[in-house]
């Protein structure tokens, strides 16, 4: 019962949070994909809104309260910030990476101080390190495929992937490949694209990621 309160708080604090701060991520990332006079259009802004809170309240569920949560709640807004740019220039800007990279790292390791959660923190690094590693390698075997921005994207969830448990890794790698596959085949069939188009993998790689933890579902 005095989990509930708390995290009832939070949720509530997720909404607004992303009313906030979702238009303003909406201003983010037009200028990081355009120029820094440019404005979001009010759609934009308000489906920037609404993914940013459904995000933050997910992270909530997912972790309960504890200071993993700051990790993935600042991913969330990262998130909303990485599709639209890439979706719009094919780029993840490192600016928006580093940071969230970052802060993730440091509310796994408060979370490990305060709660003894050093095991999944260990694991967390070293999946970091997997799937940058093996996203690096693939992006230098074939330089049309993945770029420097995805292989930074990957380590960042492998990092926050990692942490939940490596089976949820693996699903959100797997739904992410999956997801941009049935992208490009929606293209093509459309005749919007041909097989050589290149096409976004940050988008398709963050839905992933968002539903392996919805199929994980909340920690124990």
């Known amino acids: 019962m005095d989990d509930v309160l708390p995290r009832g708080l939070l949720l ?9 701060a979702g238009p303003l991520l909406a201003r983010t ?26 995000l933050l309240c997910g992270a909530v569920l997912f972790t309960g309260v504890r200071p993993a949560t ?32 970052a802060v993730g790292a440091a ?6 101080a305060l709660l003894a959660t050093w095991p999944p923190l260990l694991r967390a690094l070293l999946a970091a390190a997997v799937a940058g590693g ?25 990092l926050l992937l990692g942490w ?19 992208v490009s085949l929606v293209l093509v069939a459309s005749r919007r694209a041909g097989w050589r188009t290149p096409v976004p993998f940050g988008p398709p790689l963050l839905v992933g990621a968002v ?10």
């Not at 509530?12 to 906030?20: E, I, N, R, S």
């Not at 093996?134 to 492998?158: Q, R, T």
Request: net charge neutral; glycine share 12%.
């Open 70 to 101: 700051a990790a993935y709640a600042w991913a969330a807004g990262a998130a909303v910030v990485l599709a639209q740019v890439d979706l719009a220039v094919h780029r993840l800007p490192d600016r928006v990476t580093y940071p969230a990279a």
């Open 12 to 20: 509530a604090l997720a909404v607004l949070t992303g009313a906030a």
């Open 134 to 158: 093996i996203a690096l390698l693939a992006a230098l075997a074939g330089p049309s495929g993945l770029g420097l921005g995805d292989v930074k994207l990957l380590a960042l969830l492998g």
């Open 211 to 220: 539903l392996a933890l919805l199929v994980e579902g909340p920690l124990h």
């Open 29 to 54: 990332a037009v200028r990081l994909a355009r120029s820094d006079a440019a404005r979001p259009t009010a759609a934009r802004a308000v489906a920037s809104a609404v993914v940013l809170a459904g």
């Open 107 to 112: 509310a796994l390791l408060a979370d490990a």
């Open 164 to 182: 939940a448990g490596w089976g949820v890794l693996l699903a959100g790698v797997f739904l992410g490949l999956l997801a941009g596959a049935a």
